[in-house]
């Protein structure tokens, strides 16, 4: 079993309506089928993670297809890994994980916000859906086949504990370019992205052996410009007139511009 208890580290194991440990810690099973495995001691605010607000902007900007040509690449990439258990961290409403429950026998879908884990666990089931930390996660030490996180937080040590000997780490992130557009109209200074800087972050316990940019361009109608400016971090970082200005412009055309990596756990050197 890949689960374990966020208080004993034991097994957690599944039962009809709670998951308990060896310990008797019991965690109910939401009504929408997720579990919340966040020790109150391990929250650092009462609504931690993405606001619910920005879960349903990201939920209608993903759904309408925007970000359907990563999801796909994303996709091609996982199913060449061949892998049996995945762990999604920060996954949001589950745009991604969903796609990977093609793919993978056992997907595990991780993420702080409780409205992003009740959103994704209604619409999937076969899902293991909990709200937990990506810095504590509650799964067993080297029992995970690939670790993802996209626009999400990379715990290096965390990754490497859950994966297997070999196990891999795909990565989404914002290329240099992305939204420029966008944020050439919110912000006085355009700062290009720097996903190097996780490469680096990453070493020495995994290893860069795939990447690739994808770009297009994006034409964004009012409504959909309103929900991508509200899922990202430019919502409260630009000012309040330059975004008010944005949100009355009706269309808007800009460019996705996405860094995919493929970081592989390497074997621990011993010193003599
Ligand atoms: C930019 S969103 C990306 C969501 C999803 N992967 C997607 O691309 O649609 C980042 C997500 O990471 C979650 N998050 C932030 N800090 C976290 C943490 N320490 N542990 C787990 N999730 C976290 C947020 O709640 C949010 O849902
Ligand atoms: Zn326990």
């Known amino acids: ?79 060449d890994l061949q892998p049996h258990t995945v762990v999604d961290i920060g996954c949001g409403e589950g745009f991604y994980t969903s796609g990977m429950l093609a793919i993978a026998e056992q997907v595990i879908g991780v993420d702080i916000a409780k409205t992003a884990v009740q959103i994704a666990a209604k619409r999937d089931p076969q899902a293991t859906w909990f709200i937990a930390s990506a810095a504590k996660l509650p799964i067993a030490s080297h029992s995970i086949d690939v670790v993802s996180s996209f626009f999400s937080p990379l715990p290096r040590e965390e990754m490497a504990r859950v994966l297997k000997a070999d196990g891999y780490v795909l990565v989404a992130t914002p290329a240099s370019g992305h939204l420029y557009e966008m944020r050439a109209a919110l912000f006085e200074q355009v700062n290009p992205h720097q996903p190097e800087k996780f490469t680096e972050a990453l070493a020495p316990e995994f290893k860069l052996i795939k990447q690739d940019v994808l770009t297009y361009p994006l034409m964004l109608e009012q409504a959909a410009l309103r929900h991508l400016i509200a899922m990202t971090p430019y919502a409260w970082k630009a000012k309040a007139e330059k975004r008010q200005q944005l949100e009355q412009v009706n269309a808007l055309t800009t460019h996705a511009s996405f860094q995919i990596y493929l970081f592989q756990k390497q074997a621990k050197t011993i010193e003599p």
């Open 1 to 79: 079993m890949t689960i374990i208890c966020p208080l004993c580290h034991t097994d957690l194991l599944r039962e009809k309506t709670r998951w308990v440990c060896s310990n008797q810690h019991s965690f109910d099973v939401a009504k929408q089928g997720y579990v919340n495995l966040l020790p109150v001691q391990h929250k650092n605010s009462k609504s931690p993670g993405d606001t619910a607000e920005a879960v349903q902007a990201r939920r209608d900007f993903l759904q309408a297809g925007y970000y359907q040509p990563l999801k796909d690449q994303l996709m091609n990439w996982f199913a």
